[in-house]
């Protein structure tokens, strides 16, 4: 049952109250929903594109119960106002109210920057979408009327990826329709086969494309190295980059690509050095991925044959003892069947308050752990027969440790 509704907004509503007279003087929030709401439906047609389409979807009966509307607004102090307006109007309204209305700032979608719209606020806005679906599975549509027009595109592709039914009003039109599914297909073994780039790019937005890495004999990068990506990235995702162990340069991943895959990163300079990152369609294809690996009941793992795991540390990682006795780190690994072995590859005694990563690298797990007593790198031998198994494995490892580590 349809209970629950994404809807993107735009800069419609502030301009078309700017024009009106009746609203000339008024600056409260709730002043102007109210005036809003007691407009009648030809008056609020003509003000708001936002109100019309969800009324009009209401009406239509294509949303069975009205429990949670999100707005999605931008990046900007336009967008906060919309926000607040709309919020407003939705929770007085008795007709048309729902039980919960929250709104959505998507970071970095702003018409302010093109880069940042680009690089990061289409992704952000895919993420976004992906984050609350995780929430309200099955139970959502997208309403894409309002807002920036390149968000359509994207609402409509991660909507197709993800099973959510996407909705659109046309200016000229009386009615919201469905928009038809895009003619493109989701293709697991395609993602699970070249995870790798996809992953590291999903982690750290941005890297150079042509840059040559290189490690010490700890799993470092050369110093050097180090200071040159200072300029694209943190030092939190310099460690990130780090776990990846990528020899060699990035380039290398991208061109090894199935050329139906290319198209989801962009490839430009940035001071001179060629820059790759995953664009808004290459994020649509993750969240699509992820979405598709939990929810995949057909894909099995075995069971390992013995009862328990086989962790192994080494002398040169031995400060990694104290952090796995103290979490009970064996012991929750021995609960998930499908792991066979657990290597301590790296350990760093740098503080972290919890939390944890996984990927696949090769045809293992890598499992980052962080805790008080430090952070340490796995990795996990699992009875995965094949990519697609193993980003199985991934989904399951995640869910579990979300639930299990602190």
């Keep these: 049952m349809y209970n629950t509704m994404i809807a993107t907004t735009g800069a419609s509503l502030v301009r078309n109250l700017q024009r009106d007279e009746t609203f000339k003087d008024i600056t409260d929030y709730k002043e102007i929903a109210k005036k809003l709401n007691s407009l009648d439906l030809e008056g609020r047609r003509r003000s708001c594109a936002e109100i019309n389409s969800i009324e009009n979807i209401i009406d239509k009966g294509y949303l069975e119960d009205r429990k949670n509307l999100y707005f999605f607004i931008s990046d900007t102090q336009m967008g906060e106002k919309i926000g607040m307006i709309l919020k407003e109007y939705f929770k007085i309204s008795s007709k048309y109210g729902f039980e919960n209305v929250e709104i ?25 979408i992906a984050r609350i679906n995780q929430k309200h599975y099955a139970n959502m549509i997208i309403n894409a009327t309002g807002g920036y027009k390149a968000q359509i595109a994207f609402a409509l592709a991660i909507g ?17 329709i469905q928009m038809p599914p895009l003619p493109l297909s989701f293709d697991s073994t395609l993602y699970a086969n070249y995870s790798k780039i996809f992953q590291l790019l999903e982690d750290i937005p941005l890297l150079p494309y042509e840059k040559n890495f290189d490690y010490d004999e ?11 990506l200072k300029k694209y990235i943190s030092e939190d995702e310099i460690d990130l980059f780090q776990s990846y162990l990528l020899k060699g340069n990035v380039k290398s991943l991208y061109e090894q690509l ?42 099995t793992l075995k069971q390992r044959k013995n009862t328990n795991i086989i962790l192994e540390s080494s002398k040169k990682e031995g400060h990694s003892l ?43 797990l890598n499992l980052i752990l ?37």
Excluded at 107 to 126: A, H, I, P, Q
Excluded at 160 to 176: A, L, W
Excluded at 265 to 285: H, T, V, W, Y
Aim: cysteine-free.
């Design 104 to 128: 959505n700032t998507v970071k970095k979608l702003t018409d302010t920057n093109s880069e940042d719209f680009k690089r990061y606020g289409l992704r952000n806005l895919v993420k976004d």
């Design 160 to 176: 197709q990826g993800m099973n959510i039914p996407v909705y659109y009003m046309f200016e000229r039109f009386p009615t919201v």
């Design 218 to 228: 700890n799993g470092d990068l050369l110093p050097k190295q180090k200071e040159f």
């Design 258 to 299: 199935d050329e139906k895959l290319k198209p989801l990163f962009d490839i430009e300079r940035i001071d001179k050095e060629k820059i790759i990152s995953l664009n808004a369609m290459g994020q649509a294809f993750v969240e699509s991925a992820t979405f598709y690996f939990n929810r995949e009941k057909e894909i």
């Design 322 to 364: 104290e952090m796995i006795l103290k979490n009970n780190v064996e012991k929750i690994l021995n609960k998930v069947d499908f792991i066979e072995r657990a290597r301590v590859v790296k350990f760093s005694d740098k503080n972290k308050n919890g939390g944890f990563r996984v990927k696949v690298l090769g045809d293992e």
């Design 370 to 406: 962080n805790s008080n007593e430090g952070i340490t790198h796995f990795n996990i031998e699992t009875t995965a027969r094949n990519n697609v198994e193993l980003q199985k494995a991934k989904i399951i490892l995640e869910d579990y440790l979300n639930k299990n580590w602190k």
